[in-house]
């Protein structure tokens, strides 16, 4: 479509850097995980023998590595839940677990923040989660690392620092569904597309922020990703 027929100008392209180059990968939506490690699922209070579940962020909440968060409005209650980021190159329907990593460009770390009280709050009402985790700024996400590259990681230790002490301290190895596993599903409820980035549920350890905290979040053989809690928004 040609610019000129859009009545307000289009909205940036939403997007996350791509280690060791000036080049960015575009992003068009955020799929989230809502329960793939067993010994978060336990500090939940959640059934785990329940499969996974998906939710979404907008794109737009992304934040760079390096960025800083400002503290969201409405909630006492921020948690950090460290995860590792899938980039899809391609996508389809109904895609088969053994073709499922074909459509993989790269991986990064993200976290998912979480207005806890809040997104607890619309559970017990059965009311939608997006208040609680889709809020603005809520998914820091760190360089992408090509699988081209770097391969597609199956185990690794997966970290969050807050201030320097460990608070999340895991293993890709951990995940109940695996990577292929989640795309195949994920791609049954929708169609998944180049662009799209799934976030792949987190370990144990989800805890509270507060402005001025500095998480440091590192996945083995995948990258880093580090950011700010700040000041709240006037
Ligand atoms: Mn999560």
New binding site residues.
Partial sequence: MSADRFVIPPPPQAAIAVAGSDQVFPVRRIW???R?YVE?IREMGQDERLPPFYFAKPADAIVADGGIVPYPSLTKDMHH?V?LVVALKSGGRNIPVARALDCVWGYGVGI?L?RRDLQIASRKLERPWEIG?AFDHSAPCGALKPASQAGHPSKGRVVLKCNGTVRQDGDLEQMIWNVPEIISNLSEMVALEAGDII?T??PSG?AAVVAGDKLECEIEGVGTLTVTIGQPLK
Avoid: A
């Fill in positions: 989230c995980v809502g793939n978060h839940e995860e998912d979480t985790k976030m549920g987190t989800v």
